[in-house]
């Protein structure tokens, strides 16, 4: 079964730190390019930040350039996302996906293949 699984979030306060895990089981993400996707309550699903296969090449929307690192481990089969100086529009459940294609920059949601469920962030005081 090809799946995503991802962790860490949770409740924290404004200018604390998360870090989101995306654990692949079935398949091997090393081929992969990878993105954080996150939806707000009420609002339409965003791209957050992508890596490509070796993890060289990395892109962050503008909202969380600076704050937010996106890494990965492939001997672990693993993504991360480490989201530093939070803020409360941060709020949100964030998803990894992984995606075949490369592009220099992000790949729109409908070119990646596998999804995970998705792990909440709350931002608040």
């Known amino acids: 079964q090809l799946q995503l699984v991802e962790s860490g979030g949770g409740l924290v306060q404004p200018g604390g730190s998360l870090r989101l895990s995306c654990v692949a089981s079935?398949?091997?993400?090393?081929?992969?390019?990878i993105g954080w996707f996150r939806q707000a309550p009420g609002k339409e699903r965003e791209w957050v930040s992508c890596?490509?296969?070796?993890?060289?090449?990395?892109n962050y929307a503008d909202s969380v350039k600076g704050r937010f690192t996106i890494s990965r481990d492939n001997a672990k089969n693993t993504v991360y996302l480490q989201m530093n100086s939070l803020k409360p529009e941060d709020t949100g459940i964030y998803y990894c996906?992984?995606?075949?294609?490369?592009?220099?920059?992000?790949?729109?949601?409908?070119?990646?293949?596998?999804w995970g469920r998705g792990t909440q962030v709350t931002v608040s005081s």
């Open positions: 996906a992984a995606s075949p294609y490369v592009a220099a920059g992000p790949l729109p949601a409908e070119e990646y293949d596998y």
């Open positions: 079935g398949f091997s993400l090393d081929v992969y390019t």
């Open positions: 890596a490509s296969s070796s993890g060289r090449r990395t």
